[in-house]
């Protein structure tokens, strides 16, 4: 195979996501040193990582219109840097406000990198499915890395050093992309910035699109779930199954590898059957995910959960070619940022969420109403793909 500067573009910038979601699972297998150190609670713990997904939200729409501006090069650059930078902060942090800044602020840097390099690579591929699956497997390989180490790190020197490792995959990150990326050029003249002012109206037209509307609702469902079990996952085997710190950082890990290789088949697939079809096997899988999780804490059976609950996860590889599909080229660095910034944000109350029920509710409950909210977002795909309603 004839290596090509885009396939260049694209390792880096799944390099430039592996930092970006390193920092942002790198503190869930720590959360128990996390709150005895702090004296916090799990809702506590769950309204710092939900701040973390907001914020995270909160940064795609803007990252779109910034790279209009100062092009997707800059915008990169700063998503990386910036994560090193306040995930340092998070490591120092010597009482909990400052931690919980830091961990919001990882966020926000982290939010924008995904929205425009997704919009970089949509430019220069045209199998956009697969191209976003590849894209998406700095995700998993951050998820393979970060539960082991930080884990590991976490048990034997404490949970400081375990988020401090975020740095030393930012550096190089940082200087690679910076060497090896070609600037970009803003897709928005001096001329075409006076239309920002009505940024708010474009952001409302956008959403107010049915079909951005629709796959925003289901997303919002299933990222409520998602990402209430992503930063419970570890605790969850440890109190529930009573498994090892270690140990329920090795499944955690195991969860990304296999969501990882699914979300490369699903964006392939995606591309060649219907997009519906694909999001709709996704979530039902979802569902059955979040009671096997219950039934046995048996390896065999958490491996089998697991497997589910990545490949279940794996449905945004289907998901967002779909809302790009319906975007035109110049409105998609700021549409599918709409659609990015509204289902995370309204999906990162999860954190909040699974952390209370859990408190209020245990596990079993908690884990009953994450299966509901798996099987609404089904049903929505379902209806819409059997009744062809054309969203």
Known sequence: MNWQYRDTVLVLCALAFFVTYFARVAVSPVVPFITDDFAVSNTQIGIALSGMWIAYGLSQYPSGVLADRYGEKRVILLSVGGTGVLSALAAASPVFALFFLGVVGIGAAAGLHYTVASTLLSRTYDDIGRAIGLHSLGAPAAGLLAPVATAWIGARYGWRPAIALVVC?????FVLFLWRVRPTEPAKDADDRADDDGADGAFLSLLARPPIAYATVV????????????????????????YTPTLAGVVFSAYFVVRGGAQIGVGEVSDRFNRDTVVAGC???GVASMGVFLTDPGLPTIILATVLFGTATSFFAALEPKVLDGLSEAERNAGFGV???????????????????????GWSQTFLILAVLFAASFAIVTANRVFGLGY
């Open 219 to 242: 997303a919002i469902l299933a990222m409520f779930g998602i990402n209430g079990l992503i930063s419970f996952l570890p605790t969850f085997l440890v109190e529930f199954h009573d």
């Open 169 to 173: 995959s930012a550096l190089p990150v």
């Open 283 to 285: 979530l039902f899988l």
């Open 339 to 361: 659609f990015r910034t509204t289902y995370i944000v309204g999906g990162s109350t999860g954190s909040i969420g699974v952390g209370a029920f859990a408190d209020a509710l």
